[in-house]
């Protein structure tokens, strides 16, 4: 396994189920993230996770719920969603260390996700 | 007001020619780190290259160079004679040296055609 890899690439779902994204870094990373990436626009940080410790939540509604069991696992459970949640969501990790700015994000393939 | 801007939602250039793809940016942070990230339609991210605010030199990575004004604000990525390859969406992403939390702040991103 290389890189970032994230499961199940797509997923179609109704409004009243309940799923969950996984991502898993193998890159020895200690930072993790949900973006969204809807059409026509920027990409959106939803969660970020730094030695498994959410530090970053933007706003995003509680039908969302993120979980970092530990540095190279990250999940999105999804519950109640509405049709314009319908997206393609990316996690990526990164190596962070104070004071650092180079550290680059890598990312995974995403799940394209479709809420009817 | 935007603080990565992409002024061109989407280009066409022919086949082993060079592309410049814009970029500008707005902060007031004196330490900044600016990426460009290439996602093919599969959809993940791939970073290319990175450029650094304290950097005396354009940052180059094989094809890719990135045309740096500082006074002016630019962060033009440069492709060098293009492939079919190249065909995808390219992101400019910009990373302050005071946000505690390291986050990334993406531009709208461009689409670039490689006509053969």
């Known amino acids: 396994e290389t890189g970032v890899t994230q499961t199940p690439r797509h997923l179609v779902m109704g409004m009243t189920n309940k799923k969950s994204l996984k991502c898993e870094q193998h890159l020895g990373h200690n930072a993790m993230y949900w973006y969204k990436q809807s059409a026509k626009k920027p990409l959106e940080l939803m969660f970020v996770y730094n030695f498994k410790e959410q530090t970053e939540n933007n706003s995003v509604p509680s039908r969302f719920s993120p979980e970092c069991p530990n540095s190279s696992h990250l999940f999105l459970h999804l519950h109640t969603l509405q049709p314009e949640d319908s997206a393609l969501y990316l996690c990526?990790?990164?190596?962070?260390?104070?004071?650092?700015?180079?550290?680059?994000?890598?990312f995974g393939p995403g799940t394209r996700l479709l809420v009817l | 007001a935007q603080k990565i801007t992409q002024t061109q939602p989407g280009m066409f250039v022919q086949e082993k020619e060079a592309v410049t793809l814009d970029c500008t940016y707005d902060?007031?942070?004196?330490?900044?780190?600016l990426f460009w990230y290439k996602q093919p339609s599969s959809g993940e991210m791939i970073f290319l290259i990175y450029q650094g605010s304290y950097d005396q030199q354009n940052a180059t990575e094989g094809r890719y160079s990135l045309n740096f004004q500082k006074a002016r604000k630019s962060a033009n990525l440069v492709i060098s004679a293009s492939q079919l390859g190249d065909s995808a969406m390219y992101f400019c992403?910009?990373?302050?040296?005071?946000?505690?939390?390291?986050?990334?702040?993406w531009g709208a991103g461009t689409k670039l055609i490689i006509k053969p």
């Open positions: 990526a990790s990164s190596q962070e260390s104070a004071g650092v700015i180079q550290e680059t994000q890598y």
């Open positions: 902060t007031s942070d004196p330490s900044y780190g």
């Open positions: 992403a910009m990373r302050e040296g005071t946000d505690s939390n390291y986050q990334l702040i």
